[in-house]
């Protein structure tokens, strides 16, 4: 049996789709995600008979979990025909007894349209927060998938031609490394550790590179980049597990596509702000929060204040009529914009601070320009925080943003 699901969103045996409601649709939270992005392509190789782990950090754990699979971009069908879940034992090893087939309305095999998307069926696999949760997959026939071009972190292939290895724990069954994320989007997880309280679960963290973790891996000349990118959305979750109480956890979730804007007219049409926020936040499940990181690149791409801030008027008045929180940070400097594109920001900026709450058009504003900038040239990153290309934040920057954001309006 093979379990279609239309791009429309609608399951053809039994499984739930993002847009599909279910008896138990409030008790799900969404606890990792990463978006797909139309700008890399489908995977520079086709797969065939070959299987793929990802490995996923859920910032908040429940008593189950399901997995979306996504082929957003992709121009044919995509073909799963086996994939399991289990909680990491570090590189591309799984825990044995953690280990769970995962399936799609009963079937190990699913179909995904071009354009389409499926949720998998509840997996019994109880979960905590921070834990690392490798999802692995098989492609029998030549597969081609979008992609995450950021992982973040270090995934996992099969050998050429090296079959099903999705039950291998060892991690032998995976020797090849690559640093991408594929087809794995989201993991939601079954309250109620995030969603059984009135405090409970999940803020987005939305917007381009600095929200998508470029700069992430930098720590000094000497310095190893690390394992694991230190992203300020890595670091802001690691503060809500230790910082807040239990009754008042969320998950952190980033959504962020490098390179993208937060207006359709100032960049590559479908990756804008606007134009997936169906797709990468509001599709998602018990969304709270939004924190709104976007202007960079519509600046940089000479696009003017008025049609940035047409974007965001758009973009927090459909997150508030969702019923979702909006903070916002004000444009963060560059060394390489004019100084008609450094007035634009101006304007843009003053609109976000005034009122604290844009001009009352968001719920607060989470000044990540302040703490980024330096003191003596306001439209230039603090030097300490630059990862050296005078945009992106290093570690330590990423750091100040997350211990900057004031965990009890979470």
């Not at 290895?165 to 079954?190: E, I, K, N, Q, R």
């Not at 503060?239 to 807040?244: A, I, N, P, S, T």
Request: with cysteine; net charge negative.
């Amino acid at each position: 049996m093979i379990t279609l699901v239309t791009a429309a969103g609608v399951a053809v045996g039994g499984s739930v789709t993002a847009g599909a409601s279910a008896p138990d649709a409030d008790e799900w939270s969404t606890s990792w995600t990463q978006s797909q992005q139309r700008s890399s392509g489908l995977s520079p190789e086709t797969f065939q008979n070959r299987s793929v782990r990802v490995v996923t950090r859920l910032t908040q754990g429940g008593s189950a979990l399901r997995v979306r699979l996504q082929n957003q971009f992709g121009t044919a069908p995509l073909v799963v025909n086996a994939t399991t879940a289990g909680l990491s034992a570090g590189g591309a090893a799984v825990r044995p007894e953690t280990l769970r087939a995962v399936t799609f309305g009963g079937s190990p095999t699913v179909s995904v349209p071009a354009g389409g998307e499926v949720w998998s069926d509840p997996v019994n696999l109880a979960t905590s927060a921070l834990d690392d949760l490798a999802v692995s997959f098989y492609l029998a026939n030549p597969t081609r998938m979008m992609l995450h071009d950021l992982a973040g972190r270090t995934n996992y292939f099969s050998a050429a031609g090296g079959g099903n290895t999705t039950s291998d724990t060892s991690g032998a069954g995976f020797p090849d490394t690559h640093g991408w994320t594929y087809l794995v989007s989201a993991v939601d997880v079954l309250g109620p550790d995030v969603a059984g309280t009135v405090a409970g679960g999940t803020v987005v963290a939305y917007g381009s590179s600095v929200v998508d973790g470029v700069g992430a891996d930098s720590c000094g000349a000497g310095c190893p980049p690390p394992a694991v990118f230190q992203r300020w959305t890595d670091t802001l979750a690691q503060r809500v597990v230790g910082e807040l109480p239990a009754d008042r956890q969320v998950a952190v979730v980033n959504e962020g596509i490098a390179g993208t804007t937060a207006a359709p007219a100032c960049g590559a049409g479908g990756l804008d702000g606007i134009s997936r926020l169906d797709r990468d936040v509001l599709a998602l499940h018990h969304v709270r929060a939004v924190i709104y990181y976007y202007g960079t690149n519509d600046l940089a791409n000479n696009c003017s204040a008025e049609t940035i801030l047409a974007a965001y008027r758009d973009t927090f008045a459909r997150l508030r009529a969702a019923g979702i929180k909006v903070f916002v940070t004000p444009i963060t400097p560059r060394p390489g914009y004019t100084a008609e594109q450094n007035a634009r920001r101006a304007v843009v900026n003053d609109f976000v601070r005034a009122g604290g709450n844009c001009s009352g058009t968001c719920d607060g504003v989470f000044d990540f320009d302040t703490v980024l900038r330096d003191p003596n040239n306001p439209n230039s990153i603090y030097p300490p925080y630059d990862s050296g290309d005078g945009v992106h934040a290093n570690i330590a920057g990423q750091t100040a943003i997350a211990r900057s954001i004031p965990l009890d309006r979470l």
